[in-house]
């Protein structure tokens, strides 16, 4: 079974940047789509970006868009999702998700997920 092992959390200040990566066990298949969702105290699972394997096609949650970016690295098996201009709002532990399948942003299809990495803004 594939492990996603995620890094790049932290602290940081507000307009800072920060860069998160997700690692996979194994080799990733070209109809896979990568996923990265967060979620802060009390509330539910969000979406934030997804990227699909096989031709690096991107999406974003609408208010995700201009501030964080999401790319590939197919040789090492990663995905990484670049954070700009960083907001208190935006702590929450990041997940990395996979779904063997065409992109969606519904966290339930997605079948296996890293364990999550804390980011926490300050102001």
């Known amino acids: 079974q594939v492990q996603l092992v995620e890094s790049g959390g932290g602290l940081v200040q507000a307009v800072d940047s920060l860069r998160l990566s997700c690692t996979t066990s194994?080799?990733?298949?070209?109809?896979?789509?990568m996923g990265w969702f967060r979620q802060a105290p009390g509330k539910e699972r969000e979406f934030v970006a997804a990227?699909?394997?096989?031709?690096?096609?991107?999406y974003y949650a609408n208010s995700m868009k201009g501030r964080f970016a999401i790319a590939r690295d197919v040789a090492k098996n990663t995905e990484y999702l670049q954070k700009n201009s960083l907001k208190p709002e935006d702590t929450a532990v990041y997940y990395c998700?996979?779904?063997?399948?065409?992109?969606?942003?519904?966290?339930?299809?997605?079948?296996?997920w890293g364990q999550g990495t804390q980011v926490t803004v300050s102001s």
């Open positions: 998700a996979v779904r063997f399948g065409p992109y969606s942003d519904i966290a339930l299809r997605y079948g296996t």
């Open positions: 194994r080799r990733t298949f070209p109809w896979d789509t």
């Open positions: 990227i699909v394997w096989s031709d690096g096609t991107t």
